[in-house]
């Protein structure tokens, strides 16, 4: 974890929005925004365009419960970790690469399932980790 004296940047977690999260949904959302936003940047359009439909369909489900407090704290200690991984890394994206994919691409998606299993509720692990796991079984 990290202490006072580490000099990170959390400009690109969207922390705020974890906290306030109210319900299981909300923290999902919150997920499956960072998720698809990455995964967007770096994997073919078809690719993209399924964990998009993914993510979007995994939060259309609504999950009303409440978030824990443990569930918002593990969520934000996996943003910080999934952003510290690669995956917050600003790249600027090449659009000859939207038909091809870009090699980074094996990477983010691996991290993004990684990302979805370990803050996701199992409503999110099963859509979109789904999804991830499978594109990702795909580039291997």
């Known amino acids: 974890m990290y ?19 109210r319900y299981a949904y909300e923290v999902d959302a919150v997920i499956a925004s960072i998720v698809a936003r ?38 934000l200690s996996a943003v910080a970790d999934y952003d ?12 000859h690469f939207a038909e091809l994919g870009d090699p980074l691409s094996e990477v983010v998606i691996a991290q993004s399932l990684e990302l979805v299993q370990r803050a996701g509720s199992e409503e999110l692990q099963k859509t979109l980790g789904s999804a991830l796991a499978d594109h990702a079984a795909a580039l291997v």
């Open 3 to 21: 202490g006072p004296d580490d000099n990170i940047d959390f400009s690109s977690i969207p922390w705020q929005l974890l906290i306030r999260a």
């Open 38 to 75: 990455q995964v967007t940047a770096f994997a073919p359009t078809n690719v993209a365009h399924a964990v998009t439909a993914a993510a979007r369909e995994s939060v259309s489900g609504a999950n009303r419960e409440h978030a824990t407090p443990e569930a918002k704290v593990t969520a």
């Open 84 to 95: 510290d991984n690669w995956c917050g890394t600003p790249y600027p994206h090449h659009p």
